[in-house]
């Protein structure tokens, strides 16, 4: 399983339609929040690990190791039924720290919703990203894999083929048509520099509009 699944793949189909269900919306719209979403805690994620805080990478694989066992995944429709919880805002306010603010007005922005419906839709989806994440993690240690959270987060979001369980192709056919990723390879130094260079820097939100902008026009 591919991290991409979380957004096209079995996974990301009864999250979106746990999310169009709720928020009364249809399950394009649904899928594209994921395929914003998805990214771009992923992105916070290995932003964050990226610091060279030795104590804040060690607290976040421990919480992988204790608390996201990927249990999550076996009931993600009730997970998105049930919404965002104490412990998804925890993890939503850990990943994006002050700027959390700006990603959801970012989102807002985009989508028509709310920056609350926003801020809910990503500690409802936190979760179950960080479930991914530690049950990945936990297969690739025990196949002899030194660095398993940086090798699962960089194929994800530096993958160009859909395939390999990279985003650009699958973003491609998200948004295809006349809503084309503007970049043929968007997170091969795209995301993920634009993502750093937002949490970086004391910026507004308009940095949030170019990460979102890399995936779709006009949207």
């Not at 801020?119 to 990203?129: F, K, N, Q, R």
């Given at each position: 399983?591919?991290m991409?699944?979380?957004?096209?793949?079995g996974l990301?189909?009864?999250?979106?339609?746990?999310?169009?269900?709720?928020?009364?919306?249809?399950?394009?719209?649904?899928?594209?929040?994921?395929?914003i979403a998805?990214?771009?805690?992923?992105?916070?994620?290995?932003?964050?690990?990226?610091?060279?805080?030795?104590?804040?990478a060690?607290g976040?694989?421990?919480?992988?190791?204790?608390?996201?066992?990927?249990?999550i995944?076996d009931?993600?429709?009730?997970?998105?039924?049930?919404?965002?919880?104490?412990?998804?805002?925890?993890?939503?306010?850990?990943?994006?720290?002050?700027?959390?603010?700006?990603?959801a007005?970012?989102?807002a922005?985009?989508?028509?919703f709310s920056?609350?419906?926003?801020?809910?839709?990503?500690?409802?989806?936190?979760?179950?990203?960080?479930?991914?994440?530690?049950?990945?993690?936990?297969?690739?240690?025990?196949?002899?894999?030194?660095?398993?959270?940086?090798?699962?987060?960089?194929?994800?979001?530096?993958?160009?083929?859909?395939?390999?369980?990279?985003?650009?192709?699958?973003?491609?056919?998200?948004?295809g048509g006349?809503?084309?990723?503007?970049?043929?390879?968007?997170?091969s130094?795209?995301?993920?520099?634009?993502?750093?260079?937002?949490?970086?820097?004391?910026?507004?939100?308009?940095?949030?509009?170019?990460?979102?902008?890399?995936?779709?026009?006009?949207?």
């Amino acid at each position: 399983m591919g991290m991409t699944d979380l957004i096209t793949g079995g996974l990301g189909d009864k999250m979106a339609a746990g999310l169009s269900k709720k928020l009364g919306i249809d399950s394009t719209k649904a899928t594209w929040i994921l395929a914003i979403a998805v990214p771009l805690i992923a992105g916070a994620i290995k932003y964050n690990q990226s610091k060279g805080d030795s104590n804040q990478a060690k607290g976040f694989a421990d919480a992988l190791d204790t608390k996201h066992d990927g249990a999550i995944l076996d009931h993600v429709d009730k997970v998105i039924e049930q919404g965002p919880t104490d412990d998804g805002n925890k993890i939503v306010q850990h990943i994006f720290g002050s700027k959390t603010e700006y990603v959801a007005e970012g989102l807002a922005q985009k989508s028509g919703f709310s920056s609350a419906q926003i801020t809910g839709v990503l500690a409802t989806i936190a979760p179950i990203v960080m479930g991914y994440l530690g049950k990945e993690k936990s297969n690739e240690a025990q196949n002899g894999n030194n660095n398993p959270l940086g090798d699962i987060l960089g194929g994800f979001l530096g993958g160009n083929n859909a395939s390999s369980g990279g985003l650009g192709g699958m973003l491609g056919n998200i948004f295809g048509g006349d809503k084309k990723v503007e970049n043929e390879n968007p997170t091969s130094g795209g995301l993920t520099d634009k993502i750093s260079d937002f949490f970086d820097k004391n910026k507004d939100g308009s940095a949030i509009d170019d990460i979102i902008g890399m995936f779709t026009k006009n949207k």
